[in-house]
């Protein structure tokens, strides 16, 4: 059951969007959010609207997982765009009481929608298509200007990995203890929240213990192998950006002047 | 020539507790090993076997006595990672020594540390991979594989980081009989094609019998050390501290103590069959 659970999500393939340069899908994937919230008619919003759903189609991942991770948002999604289409400006198109709904509300909640929708798509298209390694290699590399002003860059990207690196051990482990606690007849679906919660505790606590231990022998074997912080090592992997990026950068550098020139070909909206 | 040799080794975990003296989890071991040696450091829980093999790459540093690798002084702490670049160790459990989520990244962490170049470290992981035969895992994800395979993974780590001696403390406590054999025949191919020297900790005798020279350990001291088959003779010695014989050993003594006539112990199943038919004529 809890083996279920993938972190980060990641679907391994080919396509242009799997093999650009992580770095560049992180710096690109901002521009983007930046941008989405900056389209201010209804032109714009249907540039970025079919931008998504273009490198959707090419980024070789099926629609249905995508369709899956809007899933879990669509309360959200939902709540906000209600909520907007009640606070709106303006004259009165229906009323009943005090509610109200004006076009400036129904603008609103289209819009809303649409930027939830797409910023949802386009961080799952990012952690589909880059390998949790990857993802911790281009922020270290991304972050390397800081370590000047004494952030710890690389400890921190450090952590990231083995982060990643244990969650399935200890998702086992936690099915493992589950199963041994069931078995000396621990009660874990029945009763109300409280008493649920207070059953997960015999659960938490071997594996609290076990992770401490685990740690401290994961810090033995990294020492062992020589591992002295981030002074004077390499890497196998050296990321490095090539034609396919400078052509992925101009795409949405022109999808962003696009939208720039409809934001002032044509009054806005919002 | 000796490429480790320790003299008169004490260690002891804890401080002086409650005005009593602690116990010393080694006490007063003095032990060369040579080049290409493939040896196994034997003994039931608690003798002192791990915290040796913690020193031999500097893991811990001697309370009393001096260990030397490769002539460096493993109590200098300006030669530790020279001396963990020369001796490699491989623990006991293979989930807790994986330290990246991909098998061949796991492998180059060794390299990345001491500063290898990338192309150099890319063909060092392909070698040392393919000398455990894991070369077709190579972009698999650690957890998905079986016991064997991750102890097999640990050893091309330490494989990858060129080292001349490799430590192994109890590679196979946790593996099933498959995962075993993998282990064990990894490691004899190693030896004896690669010269490399083992340091083999154990306490299955089956494995030690595999090894050039066994060093019995009881109670933090040497007990006994020789060859396979002079260990494994003194019957009586090793069964007086709790230890085992192989089951093809524990037969012909037992046959023996039934008045049959043994002159020489068998140490393997195939040792021990040759010399049933030749005692039955």
């Given at each position: 059951m809890v083996r279920d659970v993938t972190l980060g999500q990641f679907y391994p393939g080919n396509s242009f969007i799997h093999r650009l340069d992580p770095r560049s899908k992180i710096l690109l994937l901002i521009g983007y959010l930046v941008i989405i919230f900056c389209t201010f008619n209804y032109l714009s919003l249907s540039l970025v609207t079919i931008f998504t759903l273009f490198y959707i189609l090419i980024s070789?991942?099926?629609p249905k997982i995508y369709l899956k991770s809007l899933k879990v948002i669509i309360v959200i999604v939902l709540i906000t765009s209600v909520l907007n289409l009640f606070y709106g400006t303006g004259e009165p198109i229906w009323q009943w009481g005090i509610i109200s709904i004006t076009m400036n509300g129904i603008n609103r909640a289209v819009f809303v929608t649409i930027r939830i929708v797409c910023l949802i798509l386009a961080s799952s298209c990012l952690t589909f298509t880059t390998s949790p390694t990857d993802l911790t290699d281009a922020i270290e590399s991304l972050l390397k200007p800081i370590a000047k002003i004494h952030f710890p860059v690389h400890e921190v990207a450090m952590m990231m990995t083995l982060a990643l690196r244990f969650v399935p051990t200890l998702l086992e482990e936690t099915d493992k203890i589950m199963q041994a606690q069931k078995a000396r007849g621990a009660d874990m679906d029945s009763g109300n929240i409280v008493t649920r919660v207070k059953a997960f505790i015999p659960i938490l606590i071997p594996l609290f213990v076990s992770a401490f231990r685990r740690a401290y022998d994961v810090a033995t074997a990294m020492e062992c192998r020589c591992?002295?912080?981030?002074?004077g090592r390499t890497r196998m992997k050296v990321l490095h950006m090539t034609k396919r990026d400078a052509a992925a950068f101009a795409v949405v550098a022109l999808m962003i002047s696009g939208v720039i020139v409809c934001n002032m070909m044509f009054p806005a909206v919002m | 020539m000796e490429f480790i040799s320790a003299q008169n080794v004490c260690f002891s975990y804890s401080e002086i507790e409650d005005g009593k003296k602690a116990v010393n989890a080694v006490d007063g071991v003095s032990l060369d090993i040579k080049k290409g040696e493939f040896v196994a450091l034997l003994g039931h829980n608690g003798c002192g076997k791990s915290t040796m093999a913690k020193h031999f790459n500097a893991m811990l540093v001697p309370d009393s006595g001096k260990v030397y690798v490769d002539g460096d002084d493993t109590s200098d702490e300006d030669k530790t990672y020279d001396i963990r670049r020369k001796v490699g160790l491989v623990q006991?459990?293979?989930?807790?020594?994986?330290?990246?989520?991909?098998v061949e990244e796991d492998v180059a962490f060794g390299p990345e540390n001491l500063g290898v170049p990338p192309q150099e470290i890319r063909l060092r992981v392909d070698e040392a991979l393919k000398a455990v035969d894991m070369y077709e895992y190579r972009k698999n994800a650690p957890f998905k594989l079986s016991g064997g395979q991750k102890q097999r993974i640990a050893i091309a780590g330490v494989l990858a980081m060129q080292t001349e001696c490799i430590v192994l403390d109890?590679?196979?406590?946790?593996?099933?009989p498959n995962g075993r054999n993998e282990v064990m025949s990894t490691l004899i191919k190693l030896n004896k094609k690669k010269n490399m020297t083992v340091v083999l900790i154990t306490h299955y005798m089956d494995e030690a019998v595999l090894a050039d020279r066994v060093v019995v350990m009881d109670n933090g001291r040497i007990l006994t050390q020789g060859k396979p088959e002079e260990v494994f003779s003194q019957v009586e010695l090793l069964k007086k501290h709790r230890l085992d014989v192989p089951q093809a050993t524990e037969l012909a003594y037992k046959l023996r103590g039934c008045g049959v006539k043994i002159d020489r112990l068998p140490l393997t199943t195939e040792d021990c069959v040759s010399m049933l038919e030749e005692v039955l004529g």
């Open positions: 070789g991942v099926s591992y002295h912080g981030g002074a | 006991q459990n293979p989930d807790n020594q994986l330290v990246a989520s991909i109890e590679p196979t406590a946790m593996l099933d």
